[in-house]
């Protein structure tokens, strides 16, 4: 079982990126997935989630009104659409699928994780 994370990069502030995380080995179509960052020196924090169904999602007040989070059950994958990117949002972004079927924000929730890609926004 694997999570394929891509689509990260150097962009400058204002840049949009999307994020696509790929899933091999059985299908996570009845899952919450997630994307979690993480910033050199802090902890791991959620962004954005989704439910199996994409009708439910989350997203940290952080990124609100910027990300968009979305996911497509018949190609296994979940995407991040990044907007008005900023230099705070420079991080390791992880793809993570849930034990469960709904919105999740706490890692433990988490029990499938990707490699993470490389987001960095310069000023």
């Known amino acids: 079982v694997q999570l394929q994370a891509s689509g990260g990069g150097l962009v400058q502030a204002g840049d949009s990126l999307r994020l696509s995380c790929a899933a091999s080995?059985?299908?996570?179509?009845?899952?919450?997935m997630a994307w979690f960052r993480q910033a050199p020196g802090k902890e791991r924090d959620v962004v954005s989630a989704?439910?199996?169904?994409?009708?439910?999602?989350y997203y940290a007040d952080s990124v609100k009104g910027r990300f968009t989070i979305s996911r497509d059950n018949a190609k296994n994958t979940v995407y991040l659409q990044m907007n008005s990117l900023k230099p705070e949002d420079t991080a390791i972004y992880y793809c993570?699928?849930?034990?469960?079927?709904?919105?999740?924000?706490?890692?433990?929730?988490?029990?499938?994780w990707g490699q993470g890609t490389q987001v960095t926004v310069s000023s």
């Open positions: 993570a699928a849930a034990r469960f079927s709904g919105t999740y924000i706490r890692l433990q929730d988490y029990n499938y």
């Open positions: 989704i439910n199996w169904r994409g009708g439910g999602t």
């Open positions: 080995g059985r299908t996570f179509s009845n899952n919450g």
